[in-house]
């Protein structure tokens, strides 16, 4: 080096140049004026720049040079040789001394001046020598003496002083690439580590912003990857999963909850964070969902609540705390209101040994696929009772355990549950609510009963209050057990969805953690998919901001809670007699007129004509209220809701005439009313009704009127029939808003929600 200071640095002339041992003279002048062309593509100075150059001319002279490739050749040749042995093993070496010698060569070094040095960090990192790098720039980052000037003690390593941030960016950049590196070998700490040391060299250096904003990005997305592998980590190990926890906590505060939208920077939009979030469930165990969920819920998030609630059953069965299993089904209440959780109510209702609650909702739910299960399992009872035990004990086992890391092995047997002396104690204790019927009907259909809600097959004890829990479970339980538990095996596995997609950040994701197993994306698809009629989550953030305009979003105490219900009965029977000699006189009346006429007979006899029957039974065509042109009036709000209660009549009725509903309803209501009206017809069961209307509330809503508002006390009495026999009758008296919208000069129904009276 001419007497110049030089620095050994593991690199050979060919690599530089890109160029095979063999390559011609030809090849090698191509590739030489191909490297120079190509200049760093960073912020490097002519310092930098120059400096490389000159490594690349070194590069040049000594390969164009017979003489001295020659030489160079045979001491490269010799190196690739002692890495073949290394490469054969040392088993294959005459002793052990040889052996370590083999495994620790001299490795192929040049001869770089002082000067040059950044220029051969800059070739390094080109090179993909990140290691390399860091550990030959890091002395000269770190290597300056207290006490002196910067620019005395940067002249103590490098030969000038303006080479520094050259190094400064080669280092950073060795950093972020090779965090990337690891981070596409799933090693996501090491990555993080290096990410963090060019990040935090950038920060103090108060240089490079832009390498330094890509750094930092490139932190936030490893984030999620991070909280995985570091909550996967054994208990044991609570420092590095606290780490992972508190990584969770900040992304969540940053986004604004689970199913928030503010921006955490990790490149996860709603779906793809939902699906994170279902993943790490696998690596949590129920009591850490608990305290998890248990304060998102609190934001509020729906998606929160509804992982909360599987919490609480999860936790309350296991542990044998049958108050938590409550807790869940008052929250369950709530989130009825938007979603269709009837199914998770039923499950309640059974682990709190209230069947008859149980049967009644369950026969509100939408879950066909499990209805249709629990309908075959039960086959040989007068209820749902058994296949409905059966299901909960495989719901719990294949939906609900293995989300839990603590619970994948925990078996569920309802017997155990409730021969437990705990569980019995509390359920003994729990008292009847006289409102649970009530409220379920109230909260848990965007339609009300007559009105709205639908009704269910009432058995005959249903104004009384729910005795001996415990025994009634623990008796039924005995029953199917005895009977069912042969079949339990063949239920098949609910909610089979197809696989999620992936959530992979674009980038340097590992497939460990890029997308969800099929196990693990069921409860995700639970939430997303089966919940009919609801909004997405955007939509209901929004909704919960102006929950003022929506009023049903808030429990409602209807009519019928306000009074005894020995006083209620008498009354309701009462009107209900009056009303319906007034309603099924002239019906039956001409019922028996049309039987008694087969064929008109135009030769010979009378016609006989009657002032009060019209000669020809004309059917009722529902009334369309007023003119589309004015506005809406009570007088026609009032045509408008009687002909909605007519059609419902018809609809549910003996004859089902479903096609009747669309002439006055549209989505929602008109999908929720004949989902109904099927599910009556499965179970070969029908109702006829009784109403009473008076319109309390017109308005207009919207800048346009072909919106509306009408709000209405409904007095009605419903009689179930089963099989062509009467089960029982019930009775509501209700203030219900209906939203209307025009359409085709027609008024037609929207919706229906129940309000306080």
Known sequence: MQGKQAVQIALDYYRILGLPLAATEEQLRQAYNDRILQLPQREYSTLAIAARKRILEQAYMVLSDPKERSKYDQAYLAYAYDQTKIEIGPELEGNGETANQNHNPQPLTIDVAKENLVGALVLLQELGEYELVLRLGQPYLTNRSPGKSDRESKRRTLTNADELPDV??????????????QWQQGNYENAAIS??????????????????????????????????????????????????????QNILDQRGGIDGVGNDQTGLNVDDFLRFIQQLRHHLTVSEQHKLFESESKRPSTVATYLFVYTLIAKGFCQRQPALIRQAKQILLRLAKRQDVHLEQALCALLLGQTEEATRVLELSQEYEQLTIIRQQSQDSPDLLPGLCLYCEQWLEQEVFPHFRDLTKQQASLKDYFADKQVQAYLEQLPADPYTTEELRTVNSQVGSGIGIPHTSFREDEHLPVVSPVATSSQNLEEWKESKVEVASQISTPHQHQRARQWKISGYGHESHSSFTEEGTK???????????STSLQEEQIEEKHSHTHLHNKYRQSF?????????????????????????????WGRLNSTMVDEPNLQG???????????????TLPRQPGSPSGQLTKAIAQTLIETWLSTKAAAMGPNHEIKRLDKILIDPALSQWQSIV??????KRYRKYEHEVKIELVRHEGNTSNNALVEATVKEITHFYRGGNLQTSGREALRVRYDLNRQQNSWRIRNMTIVES
């Not at 390498?211 to 909550?231: H, K």
């Not at 019928?560 to 009303?579: C, S, V």
């Not at 099927?678 to 179970?683: L, P, S």
Request: positive net charge.
């Open 195 to 248: 990410l963090e040391t060019g990040e935090e060299l950038l920060l103090r250096e108060r240089m490079f912003t832009s390498v330094q904003s890509e750094i930092t990005a490139d932190v936030c997305r490893l984030r999620p990857y991070r909280i995985l592998d570091l909550l996967a980590l054994p208990m044991e190990r609570t420092k590095d999963r606290h780490q992972g926890w508190e990584l969770l």
């Open 678 to 683: 099927r599910q009556d017809m499965a179970i």
């Open 605 to 619: 006899g009378k016609l006989v004509v009657q002032l009060n029957q019209p000669t020809v039974v004309i059917p």
């Open 560 to 588: 019928t809670r306000k009074f005894p219900a020995l006083t209620r009965l008498n009354t309701f029977f009462l009107i209900g007699g009056i009303l319906g000699m007034w309603i099924l006189i002239p019906t039956i």
């Open 523 to 533: 409860q995700s698809s639970k939430y997303k998919h089966r919940r009919r009629g």
């Open 168 to 181: 400064i960016l080669t280092v950073a950049l060795s950093c972020l690439e090779l965090g990337r590196e």
